[in-house]
């Protein structure tokens, strides 16, 4: 199994700059992608930024150009850098990792999420 734990979040001013990071532990050999999610109140949660074992990266087109994902494999982390924060990023923010051995067999596993609050 993976276990993540976040970090990072808080609350910054419009046009700042937050790093969320997130440690993963456990069988990491078998994490596929890792990705940030984010749910704002009354909103669905939604895909922020995710990098495959790979390396490949994609993102939402709401923060495309802003927020760049990253990892450091030596530590098992995973990072997202925020910048130009917008009062509309504001939500709490997860980290997944989609893991499995076994093609069309994969799990999910979750962060407990951080609050990312961005004021006007």
């Known amino acids: 199994q993976v276990q993540l734990v976040e970090s990072g979040g808080g609350l910054v001013q419009a046009g700042g700059s937050l790093r969320l990071s997130c440690a993963a532990s456990?069988?990491?050999?078998?994490?596929?992608?890792m990705g940030w999610y984010r749910q704002a109140p009354g909103k669905q949660r939604e895909l922020v930024a995710a990098i495959t074992s790979g390396g490949a990266t994609s993102y939402a087109g709401s923060v495309k150009g802003r927020f760049t994902i990253s990892r450091n494999d030596a530590e098992n982390t995973m990072f997202l850098q925020m910048r130009t924060l917008k009062p509309e990023d504001t939500a709490v923010y997860y980290c997944?990792?989609?893991?499995?051995?076994?093609?069309?067999?994969?799990?999910?596993?979750w962060g407990q999420g951080t609050q990312v609050t961005v004021s006007s």
């Open positions: 997944n990792a989609e893991w499995g051995v076994i093609p069309g067999h994969t799990y999910d596993s």
């Open positions: 456990g069988t990491i050999f078998t994490i596929n992608r």
